[in-house]
Each structure stands twice: as structure tokens, then as C-alpha cells.
């Protein structure tokens, strides 16, 4: 079976836009700004042997704030500058009774099932409760981007860091 390391995308790869204390999507492709750190630490991790799967929720298409197109080229260009192996978007709101909606844990267990993953030995990496708690319900070890966002915080993580890179170093024993 396989590792990987699940990762949210807005504020773990590319920089979350944060007003009033709370983070959202940039608004288009040239609003996204990758992260410092992430290549590096997304190519070790890669080099390493791990998937790289992005699972993300964009509810702004769901709300119809954001046009899909413009998740889908955000992704794409991600996607052409990081080894990343796959993008698992949910594009339904909170009350769709969607699973692959993070806090619930369906994108996770779908992409194990397709690839063939062993989530107690693979890794999610959020800056977000909805992240690590959809980890947590996977079976995976957490890590969580700690920002000091003004909302609701994760109850339990297994990990606290400052940044991708941080994540990185303790998954591959650094």
C-alpha cells in the first residue's frame, strides 16, 4: 500500500486571503501567490515516495461567488508548478449532505480506495479545523498550519506547525 500526504490548498500551498481573521481563496489566478517553502517541501516529499493529493473545499461555486473556472485554472496552474499527483475539489456548501465536503473524511477515503493508500500511515495537512478533523476521521496523522485565524480552532491534532515546510520535515524524520 501507499502514502500520502493529503493537503488542503488555500493557506498550506498557496496563500490564503485573509479579512477580519478569517481566510479565503484568492479571487483569481493572479491573486495566487504560492506559498514560501511549499516547492521544496512538496519535492522532497514527492522524492520520498508519497502522493501528493490536494483536497479542497470551494463552496464560493456552490454559492455562486466564484465562476468553477476559476478554481479549476488556479488548480491547473498549481498543478504545472508543484508535483502534486491529484486535486479532490468540492465545490457543495455546508448544508449539501456532501461526504467529500471537508470536516467529513469521503474525499480522503475515495482517493485511498483509487490509489490504493494505507491512511494510518499517510499524513493531512490543513490550516483549518474542517482539515484536520476530516484527517482525524480518515484514520491519518494531522498537522495543522496554526495562522490564529478568529474562528474555531481544531480540538485535537497531532501536530502543530508553522508551515508546510515544518509538516514536511516531520513526516520525513528531519
Not at 490548498?9 to 491573486?31: F, H, M, S, T, W
Not at 501528493?52 to 498549481?78: C, F, M, W, Y
Not at 484514520?139 to 515544518?166: H, M, N
Request: glycine letters at 8%; one cysteine or more.
Amino acid at each position: 500500500m501507499r502514502r500520502a500526504v493529503f493537503l488542503d490548498r488555500d493557506g498550506v500551498i498557496n496563500q490564503a486571503v485573509v479579512r477580519e481573521g478569517k481566510p479565503y481563496p484568492p479571487a483569481n489566478l493572479a491573486e495566487m501567490k504560492v506559498l514560501p517553502g511549499v516547492s521544496e517541501a512538496l519535492t522532497a516529499l514527492h522524492e520520498a515516495g508519497l502522493m501528493l493529493i490536494v483536497v479542497t473545499n470551494q463552496p464560493d461555486v456552490g454559492r455562486g461567488t466564484t465562476p468553477k473556472a476559476i478554481v479549476e485554472e488556479i488548480n491547473h496552474s498549481l498543478a504545472n508548478r508543484l508535483p502534486i499527483d491529484e486535486f479532490r475539489t468540492c465545490y457543495h456548501d455546508n448544508g449539501d449532505g456532501c461526504e467529500c465536503r471537508k470536516p467529513l473524511p469521503g474525499a480522503l477515503i475515495a482517493a485511498a480506495k483509487d490509489h490504493d493508500i494505507d491512511l494510518s500511515n499517510s499524513f493531512m495537512v490543513g490550516d483549518r479545523w474542517r482539515d484536520t478533523e476530516a484527517g482525524e476521521r480518515a484514520g491519518c496523522k494531522t498537522f495543522f498550519i496554526d495562522y490564529g485565524y478568529a474562528e474555531k480552532q481544531p480540538e485535537t491534532v497531532d501536530y502543530r506547525v508553522q508551515s508546510l515546510a515544518e509538516a514536511a520535515n516531520i513526516i520525513l524524520g528531519k
